[in-house]
């Protein structure tokens, strides 16, 4: 059974900065497209960043220059940087795993197999 955990959530003003982290019970699913998805009450599930096993990273145009994504295998553990946080950011956020695709990540929510619980980022301004 794999398990997705979201931590590093929390309230921050504009400008500032968070890193959430996504830990995984399997080593496996490093080679796997693996995803952070946000979203808001009423609105669809949208794509954050992913990242496949060549280490190849893509972003949505809304968080680019801003965010970063990147893996620790060491530590079985899917990292999210924010920087540069603004009140649109504000979400939950989540993360995924893709066990169909290993290279050439989807954007779409529906194409993840395995989500963490979420965890919640508060921009205020």
């Known amino acids: 059974q794999v398990h997705l955990a979201e931590s590093g959530g929390g309230s921050v003003q504009a400008g500032g900065a968070l890193r959430l982290a996504c830990s995984f019970t399997?080593?496996?699913?490093?080679?796997?497209?693996m995803g952070w998805f946000r979203q808001t009450p009423g609105k669809e599930r949208e794509a954050v960043a992913s990242?496949?096993?060549?280490?190849?990273?893509t972003y949505a145009d809304s968080v680019k220059g801003r965010f970063t994504i990147s893996t620790d295998n060491a530590k079985n553990t899917l990292y999210l940087e924010m920087n540069s946080l603004k009140p649109e950011d504000t979400a939950m956020y989540y993360c995924a795993s893709d066990r169909d695709r290993w290279v050439g990540c989807s954007s779409s929510w529906s194409e993840y197999n395995y989500w963490g619980q979420g965890t919640q980022v508060t921009v205020s301004s």
């Open positions: 990242i496949d096993s060549n280490t190849i990273t």
């Open positions: 399997k080593y496996i699913e490093m080679i796997y497209c």
